[in-house]
């Protein structure tokens, strides 16, 4: 019997897992199948299976680089400490941005303390810009943002982009950390430059040195560098300690990305996304003109809530002008004034949308914001938007100028001596440009100050030898003598030029 039963349970195990299987009512799609796009594979819409509502706990989470114990660590720390103020605002303000900064970290793997880095940068500030001219919330100089390619032109500057600015940052520590296979020496790079980094190795290596970060002669800045990120981390690992309170920022988008379809004013963004313009310039602080281009940058960031808001109202208005600004394109080089004047825009408007510095002269080819013919329905192309710059020349203030012609000028010669049109010599002296001149004869002309100042001179010094001669052949003529008739070409009396080399080649 035992046996019997042995021999049976088998069979009624695989009975019931058929039964048990057999009971299932699977579901099958209707259409063919699709495969799975590799931009859903690892995208940061797929939650994680530990999560946190604190994002301060998420980023001790993600904690990787090995830990710097020196002096310099903890006198940084003093130094955070003491000043309570100026880490809760700097931690406020990272509201805005540590969601997305931690958010990409994680998806490239890298360690999330670079998250803490923009406090050491820019106080988490967008706006922040240095003395040597580097932008935005990482602080990037102009040649390495295009490097890396954030754009800089007339109407935007990435290196202020929330997302593009990020992007190119975690780029750069990334190729940082590949060359130099060190999260420290990564970070000093970053701030003193990897050329640097990698002659101090080197000098190092020469000498039979280490060459860790600790071990490199560097300058005072970037030998601190690491240390304040160091104490950052500290400080956030474990705020009771330093009696530090940390705002409450949630493990959850602080803003969404929204498309653009067409040009759109700022202000009139803000209206639609109930928002004021100061928080959206906070989101999207690489816009510095009234207006977005929609071919250059067809998404903005908005508060989450309020991305929803603003694509309601936005469809609601979708029969209307979203843009009153556009681009203008100078043909010429010329005057603020005549741009003006041309674009339909009072000149200190025109000055204030543009950022026109006082005497200057907007160079061909510039491209400025200028009102918007409600007439016309069509988008600044993408070309302009990606890559319009506005360049300058020096304004030339010109002062009226008396001079004297020479023996055998003409009014070309006396132009091209001047550097001037000759039609405009013409127009000032009320003559012909095929009029004739005699020796002495005044002239007026428009010069720059230096070129004024020499002809002034020039004309000082021939004026007393011309009355001079006047005199002499005066009193000859009184007297009836035969001398004072007038002397043959090339004899003692006749002028000459006279002051030396021209004004325009003296400069």
Same mark, same amino acid.
């Given at each position: ?38 931009? /859903? ?97 990482? $602080?990037? #100089? ?36 590949? #060359? ?42 970037? &030998? ?46 803000? /209206? ?116 319009? $710059? ?69 004309? $000082? ?20 003598? /035969? ?22 080649? &003296?400069?």
């Amino acid at each position: 019997m035992k046996l019997l039963y042995t021999l049976l349970l088998p069979c009624v195990l695989v009975l019931t897992g058929c039964a048990t299987t057999a009971s299932i009512d699977p579901m099958y799609p209707d259409g063919p199948l699709k495969p799975l796009g590799r931009g /859903k594979v690892g995208s940061s819409e797929v939650a994680s299976l530990e999560t946190t509502g604190d994002l301060w706990v998420r980023i001790r989470q993600g904690f990787a680089m090995p830990d710097l114990d020196q002096d310099l660590v903890r006198d940084r720390e003093q130094w955070y400490a003491a000043r309570p103020d100026y880490l809760q605002r700097m931690t406020e303000r990272s509201n805005k941005y540590l969601f997305h900064v931690v958010e990409e970290l994680e998806r490239r793997g890298m360690p999330t303390e670079l998250a803490l880095l923009p406090f050491i940068e820019s106080a988490f500030n967008p706006q922040a810009v240095s003395s040597a001219k580097a932008a935005g919330m990482w $602080q990037f #100089m102009p040649a390495t943002g295009t490097y890396f390619d954030l754009k800089q032109n007339a109407f935007r500057d990435d290196r202020r982009d929330v997302l593009a600015s990020t992007r190119a940052a975690l780029d750069y520590l990334q190729k940082l950390y590949d #060359m130099f296979g060190d999260w420290h020496l990564a970070l000093a790079a970053y701030n003193w430059g990897e050329g640097s980094v990698g002659r101090a190795i080197k000098r190092n290596e020469k000498l039979g040195l280490p060459a860790g970060y600790t071990d490199l002669q560097m300058p005072a800045e970037t &030998r601190m560098y690491v240390p304040k990120l160091q104490a950052i981390k500290n400080i956030v690992a474990n705020p009771e300690k330093f009696n530090a309170e940390l705002p409450v920022i949630e493990n959850h988008p602080y803003f969404q990305a929204v498309t653009l379809a067409h040009d759109i004013d700022v202000e009139l963004v803000a /209206k639609l996304a109930d928002v004021s313009v100061k928080d959206f310039k906070a989101l999207n602080p690489s816009y510095h003109k009234p207006v977005i281009f929609a071919k250059a940058t067809p998404q903005i960031l908005l508060p989450w809530d309020n991305a929803k808001v603003f694509r309601r109202n936005l469809q609601a208005s979708a029969d209307g002008q979203f843009a009153s600004w556009t681009v203008w394109t100078a043909p010429t080089t010329i005057t603020v004034a005549e741009a003006a004047q041309r674009v339909g825009l009072g000149e200190a408007d025109l000055r204030a949308v543009n950022n026109i510095p006082p005497r200057m002269l907007i160079k061909a080819g510039s491209a400025l914001i200028v009102p918007r013919d409600p007439s016309i329905k069509t988008d600044v192309p993408g070309h302009v938007a990606d890559n319009g $710059q506005i360049s300058f020349a020096p304004e030339i203030v010109t002062v009226r100028t008396t001079i004297r012609a020479r023996k055998r000028d003409t009014l070309v010669s006396v132009a091209s001596r001047y550097g001037v049109s000759l039609s405009n010599l013409a127009d000032w002296n009320d003559l012909k440009s095929t009029a004739s001149l005699h020796a002495g004869q005044s002239l007026i002309v428009y010069l720059p100050a230096r070129a004024a100042r020499a002809a002034r001179a020039e004309a $000082q010094e021939s004026a007393p030898r011309e009355t001079s001669r006047s005199s002499r052949g005066a009193s000859k003529q009184a007297v009836g003598s /035969k001398s004072a008739a007038p002397t043959t070409r090339g004899g003692k009396n006749d002028p000459k030029p006279r002051g030396g080399t021209p004004a325009k080649k &003296r400069k």
